[in-house]
């Protein structure tokens, strides 16, 4: 099975920073990835899709890129709502649609 | 726009079977697979299984024959049921729409059903 690894784990950051977070898949997954942010008490929201297209409705500070094995979520200009945990997840291997342990970002 | 709506939460003992909800709003909900996905509060999310529009589902193996998953397409309504709960089964599980195109995103999510099995 894919394992997908973040990093860092945890992130402190303020508004206004530019934040980068990774995501490693143990094998190539072509651009099968997407991302979502999660905030306590809700379910998760999509962000990015096949790697880097922007979900409509998403600001278009939320970035991602990457093909193969590694990939980048990059946010410019961070807001207070995007303080968040941060999920990649693969969809290479049907059916195991695994995620990654997921990126906290939080206030520095 | 497709809305997931799923079922309240639910307290069990172990041993006892569960079955739990997730409905669909909009009429493109026939023709989407419907994945399941658990998260242990405070903790990261874990992929359980999906079904297909034909009824076809697949598990990630961490879940294989601990949990099934079954639709009812002319309900719009898709399941995931457990015939004798542990207390590792406790958790928030999510339904989520797998989008449609090249399938890479869950792009809807139901609010999540809280299960707490505990004796």
């Known amino acids: 099975a894919i394992q997908l690894t973040q990093s860092p784990s945890f992130l402190s950051a303020s508004v206004g920073d530019r934040v980068t977070i990774t995501c490693r898949a143990s094998?190539?997954?072509?651009?099968?990835l997407a991302w979502y942010q999660q905030k306590p008490g809700k379910p998760p929201q999509l962000l990015i899709f096949?790697?880097?297209s922007l979900e409509s409705g998403v600001p278009s500070r939320f970035r991602g890129s990457g093909s193969g094995a590694d990939f980048t979520l990059t946010i410019n200009g961070l807001r207070p709502e995007d303080f968040a945990t941060y999920y990649c997840?693969?969809?290479?291997?049907?059916?195991?649609?695994?995620f990654g342990p997921g990126t906290t970002v939080d206030v520095k | 726009e497709e809305h997931l709506v799923q079922s309240g939460a639910e307290v069990r003992k172990p041993g006892e079977s569960l079955k739990i909800s997730c409905k669909g709003s909009?009429?493109?909900?026939?023709?989407?697979?419907i994945a399941w996905v658990r998260q242990v509060p405070g903790q990261g999310l874990e992929w359980v299984g999906l079904?297909?529009?034909?009824?076809?589902?697949r598990y990630s193996p961490s879940f294989e024959g601990q949990v099934t998953i079954s639709g009812d397409r002319s309900m719009a309504t898709a399941y995931l049921q457990w015939s004798s709960l542990r207390a590792s089964d406790s958790g928030i599980y999510y339904c989520?729409?797998?989008?449609?195109?090249?399938?890479?995103?869950?792009?809807?999510w139901g609010q999540g059903t809280l299960v707490t099995v505990s004796s």
């Open positions: 989520a729409r797998r989008g449609g195109g090249s399938g890479n995103l869950l792009d809807q």
């Open positions: 079904i297909s529009p034909g009824g076809d589902s």
């Open positions: 096949d790697a880097s």
């Open positions: 997840q693969q969809f290479e291997t049907y059916p195991q649609f695994t």
């Open positions: 909009g009429q493109s909900f026939t023709s989407y697979w």
């Open positions: 094998q190539g997954i072509r651009n099968a």
